[in-house]
Structures are given as C-alpha cells and as structure tokens.
C-alpha cells in the first residue's frame, strides 16, 4: 500500500520535470533557427562596406569623387554668369539646403587634412561669390581640382593598405599619377583601365542587391555605364 500511493507521486514528479525539460529543447531549437536565420540574412545582403573595410573606404572615396565633380558642374555653371553670378550661385544647394560646398566639406573625407583645407578653401570663397564678391566667383569653378586630386591620393594610399592588400579584398591593385582622373562637367572622366578594373573588383566582391543601392549604384553607372543595372532602391 505504501509503494502503490508513491507511484501517482513520482509519476506527477517526472511530469514536473520533464515539462521544463521539453520547453527548454523547444525554446533552444528555436533560438538555433533564429540565429541561423539571421546569420544567413546578413551574408546575403549585407552591403559590402558593412563586410570589408576597404571596400568601404574605396567606395566612399569614388562616390567623393563623383560628387566633387558634381558640385564642379553646377558651380562652374553658376559662376559664369557674371555680375549676376551670386544670385544664381545662391541656388546651388546641396539636399539638405546648405550651400553644395558646405555638403562638400562635410561629406568629403578621404584624403584626411589635405583634403580638409581644400574643402575648406573650395567653400570659403564660394561663399564670398554668394555673398556678392564678383573677384571670387570668377575663379571659384576651378577650386574643385585639389579636393579631386587629395581625394584620389587617398584612395591610393588606401588601396596600399594591410585591409585592401588581403587576397579577399583589392589585393594587386594601385593609382598612379597616371591614373589621376579629371571632372568632365558632372562626372569624373573616363575611368580608365586601373579604375574600371578596381570597380568591376568591387561590384563582383558584392552580393546582387547592393547594386541597386547607393553608393555602388551610382559608381558602377559612372565607371561601367554599359553595365546592365537594377532599379535603383531609395536607402
């Protein structure tokens, strides 16, 4: 009799334990097919600068030079009017509603202190021709050609370090004065052989989807114009 009224308690005692026991395999399981999930996500669309550092900085110094030249064009357009130049450099703004040069010197690092005085130089005298000063506006078109050239010499001297020098990366590539690349009104001109290879490096490195986002969009545009693109995705 005492042995028959222990078997409904340990019966009800097993219950107790393996119930937890059960939940927790459940909740592990679960937890396994999230982190996997989540693991598989991010390798299949993660941007390229969110998965190599001298992808990242490679881009960034291309989409510099794009906007450089960008500026250059509405800059060079604005300041040819004249002594009506400063009200028609007035509406030369970046998205934001600053004057473009003031985006230029915010957005445009690549190249470190050099390329921060010639920002700086490049926006202070284009404020002077906003501001009614004819005598800077006449040569203010020209001052995007050291920020262009400081951008590229930083670009050089990144495609030289450890991070882009990995097998995986942008191993074997290097700019050159050679290389140098002008602004052709909006653009940069022709990428040339070492520019066109180290994006057509990049745009391979890259999983499909960061195509139709910026920044590869637009470089690949400017350097491969032929290349068939995707739509291109707001941020």
Request: charged residues 20%; contains cysteine; hydrophobic residues 35%.
């Amino acid at each position: 009799q005492l042995f028959g009224s222990l078997h409904p308690i340990h019966m009800a005692a097993s219950q107790k334990y393996a119930l937890p026991l059960q939940a927790a395999l459940r909740f592990r399981t679960i937890l396994f097919f999230a982190t996997l999930a989540h693991v598989l996500s991010s390798k299949l669309f993660r941007q390229p600068e969110q998965s190599d550092h001298c992808l990242q900085a490679v881009l960034k110094g291309l989409d510099n030079m794009i906007g450089i030249c960008e500026a250059h064009s509405d800059i060079r357009h604005c300041s040819s009017h004249g002594d009506d130049a400063p009200r028609h450099c007035k509406s030369v703004k970046g998205p934001g509603g600053n004057l473009i040069t003031q985006d230029i010197t915010e957005d445009v690092t690549v190249g470190g202190q050099r390329t921060r005085l010639a920002t700086t130089s490049w926006h202070r005298n284009f404020k002077q021709c906003v501001q009614g000063n004819i005598h800077d506006c006449k040569g203010v078109g020209d001052l995007y050609k050291p920020v262009l050239f400081s951008v590229q010499q930083g670009l050089a001297k990144t495609l030289r370090s450890a991070d882009c020098q990995k097998p995986s990366s942008l191993n074997g590539f290097d700019l050159t004065e050679q290389d140098m690349l002008d602004c052709a009104w909006s653009k940069p001109t022709n990428a040339g052989p070492t520019y066109l290879a180290i994006v057509q490096r990049i745009r391979k490195l890259s999983p499909k989807t960061a195509l139709a986002r910026f920044p590869l969009y637009g470089v690949v545009a400017w350097a491969e114009p032929d290349y068939p693109l995707p739509p291109e995705l707001g941020d």
